[in-house]
Structures are given as C-alpha cells and as structure tokens.
C-alpha cells in the first residue's frame, strides 16, 4: 500500500510568484484534502477534491486553487504569493462516496515547506 | 466558527513521569480525533472518539470524550522520549464538508 507521497518537500519563493505543489493520494483512496500549517499551529483546512471537483473550501482566498486527476492525485495552486503564505502544506487523502467511508480517516503525507520571502 | 482550543502549548517532562493535555470548545461536535505529528512529517491520526463520555486505551496513551461531546483529554503514562511530538485534536467542520477543523496543538518533549 503506498503512502500519500508530496513533491516538492521544501520551496522558496519570491512575494508575488506563483507556486503548485503535487499530491499523489493513498492507493484506493479517492478524496484529496489540502491543508495549511503556519508555524506554531494547527493545520487549516483549505479545501477538498472529490471526483475531480472542488466538494468544500475553507476560509482561503481566490489565489488559492486546486486540481483533481482521473488518477486521485491532486495539485495546489496559490498566486500572488504573501509573505503570510510561507508555511507547511499538508495533502490527506481518505475514501468517501461509499456507507462504510463515512468515518474514512485521513492519512496525511509529509507535506511540502514553502517559504516567501 | 468551530474553535477547539488545547492547553497548556507546551510541555517538558522527563521520561517517566505522567501527563494529561487538554482540547476544549464551546461546541458540540459528533466525534473527536486525536493525532501526533513528529517534526518533518504529517499528523498521524491516533484514535478517533465518538461517543459522550468514551474512554479509549492505546497502550498507554488514554483518551476521554466528554459526556458533552464538548472536549476530550489525552492521559499518558510513565512517558517515553517516543512520545515527543505535537499532539493535535480535530472535530469535523460543518456537515457536508468532510474536512476537519484541528486545536493549535500541545508540544510535548519528554528528557530521557
């Protein structure tokens, strides 16, 4: 069974760039999930990709974007890169769409550490 | 907004000695996961709580929920070096979202 894998594991980018980050989900796993975690807290949910469309979001600007494949695997996209978006961004897959999914847990992978600077 | 709220942030103990952390919130949620994420790497889920009053053991790691379903506890026994990390408690957002909202964390280190 192979892990929710994230590429790259470190960034730096400049104010103003553009970014994508790569998630590969979880074998069997259909639901990518992508979080933020600034330094010193918890992950903030920023939304979920779910058959290929975006099935929730959280309290995040438009600049923050994302893609589904046929495969699972998922992208993020930010745009106009702030200085406040440097942290570490977590991918988590689970299985939904199905009665015994319903409590499917997340599995995260290791995350990708973007700097702004 | 849902907020869940853990105490105390941080924590140094030495190995062997006990330790409760806590995560509390003003709302009611139907379930409660907690997880630890070690440094460079993503949160691992722990246990999942479901019920109001629940008490669940992972060796010896004890979990509580609340009979409110409004907070839960994280008991550790004789602690190990092992048991370093951030330990995180997370609810699910609104229905319909199948996204969690996570507390701050509570960093514990424990000294050999």
Request: charged share 15%.
């Given at each position: 069974?192979?892990?929710v894998?994230q ?20 074998s069997?796993?259909?639901?990518v ?9 918890g992950?903030?949910f ?6 290929e469309?975006e ?24 745009n106009?890169?702030?200085?406040d ?10 299985l ?22 | ?8 942030q ?13 995560c509390?919130?003003?709302s ?23 019920t ?11 979990f ?8 839960s ?7 190990q070096?092992?048991d ?29």
């Amino acid at each position: 069974e192979t892990g929710v894998t994230q590429s790259p594991t470190h960034l730096i980018k400049t104010r103003g760039q553009q970014v994508t980050l790569r998630c590969s989900s979880q074998s069997g796993h259909n639901t990518v999930s992508w979080y933020q975690q600034a330094l010193g807290q918890g992950p903030q949910f920023i939304f979920q990709y779910y058959r290929e469309e975006e099935n929730g979001r959280g309290n995040f600007p438009p600049r923050f974007s994302g893609l589904q494949f046929p495969n699972y695997s998922s992208e993020l996209n930010v745009n106009a890169l702030e200085l406040d978006d440097s942290a570490l961004y977590l991918c988590a897959s689970s299985l939904a769409g199905t009665v015994s999914s319903y409590n499917s847990p997340l599995h995260f992978g290791n995350g990708t550490r973007l700097t702004v600077t | 907004t849902q907020l869940l709220e853990q105490s105390p942030q941080f924590l140094s103990i030495q190995e062997g000695e006990n330790l409760t952390v806590y995560c509390n919130s003003s709302s009611v949620f139907s379930s409660l996961q907690w997880y630890r994420q070690e440094p460079g790497e993503g949160p691992v889920l722990l246990v999942t709580v479901v019920t109001g009053g629940e008490v669940k053991k992972l060796k010896r790691l004890t979990f509580q929920f609340g009979d409110a379903r409004k907070d839960s506890s994280l008991h550790i026994t004789a602690a190990q070096p092992g048991d370093t990390g951030l330990y995180l408690c997370a609810a699910p957002m609104d229905t319909g979202r199948r996204a969690l909202t996570f507390g701050s964390g509570t960093r514990l280190q424990v000294q050999p």
